[in-house]
């Protein structure tokens, strides 16, 4: 066990359709991360935040979302969602200590959004 | 394009044998790190090898980094059934604050 949890599981949902995942870092960490894992595209990077504030951004859609709020947990909002939106949305967390440099992750258990 | 890229793609094995995967990338980095991925659920760290580092170990595992090929390599020594995974190298980049995970190589050890 990371640490590092993650809601919902799973999600099924339709096109068009918007949805929210979250996840909750590990005890002490600032920084958290979204990754989004599908077969014909690996993991890719989505965002990171730091302390609150957005650290770097990766290859994240005009339609997806993000924020770290004040207790450090996060959020990621999916709108307008495709068919190809359906992968496993992973949130990870790491201490901070480099300033939001990259550093050891800690991964949580993935939320496996499947969209009809 | 990833920054980070692992061959083999996939790697059979017999158990107590020795694994060995590799990592290339493209742009300097400050550190590399290996994580594995069981079927289906969340990445595992497994080591950060900083850019002024040539070798790290740890219990089994063996990780090599070459900043001149800018590549790395991951030796697990003795494999166990248990070690069938996918294993990722990551690399940061923009200045340290994004990592590029590359596309895994996937480990299969028979027992």
């Known amino acids: 066990d990371s640490g590092v949890t993650q809601t919902p599981k799973h999600l099924i949902t339709a096109t068009g359709q918007r949805v929210t995942l979250r996840c909750s870092p590990r005890?002490?960490?600032?920084?958290v991360y979204w990754y989004q894992q599908s077969l014909d595209q690996g993991l890719q990077f989505l965002i990171q935040?730091?302390?609150?504030?957005?650290?770097a951004k990766g290859n994240i859609l005009e339609r997806f979302s993000a924020q770290q709020f004040p207790d450090l947990h996060s959020e990621l909002n999916l709108s307008s969602l495709e068919l190809g939106d359906s992968a496993l949305y992973f949130c990870?967390?790491?201490?901070?200590?480099?300033?939001?440099?990259?550093?050891?992750?800690?991964f949580g258990p993935g939320t496996r959004l499947l969209v009809l | 394009s990833q920054q980070g890229e692992e061959d083999p793609q996939a790697l059979s094995i017999q158990e107590g044998e020795n694994a060995t995967m590799n990592c290339s990338y493209k742009?300097?980095?400050?550190?590399l790190q290996w994580y594995r991925q069981n079927s289906g659920r969340g990445l595992v760290h497994l080591i950060l090898i900083r850019s002024n580092e040539r070798e790290k170990h740890s219990g089994r595992l063996r990780v090599t980094l070459d900043t001149s090929k800018k590549s790395s390599s991951l030796l697990i020594t003795a494999s166990r059934a248990a070690d069938t995974a996918s294993y990722f190298c990551?690399?940061?980049?923009?200045?340290?604050?994004?990592?590029?995970f590359g596309a895994g190589t996937r480990l299969f050890v028979k027992a």
């Open positions: 990870a967390s790491s201490p901070g200590t480099s300033g939001g440099r990259a550093e050891t992750q800690y």
């Open positions: 990551a690399t940061d980049s923009s200045g340290g604050f994004k990592t590029i």
């Open positions: 005890s002490g960490d600032l920084s």
């Open positions: 935040y730091y302390n609150g504030e957005e650290r």
């Open positions: 742009t300097s980095i400050n550190n």
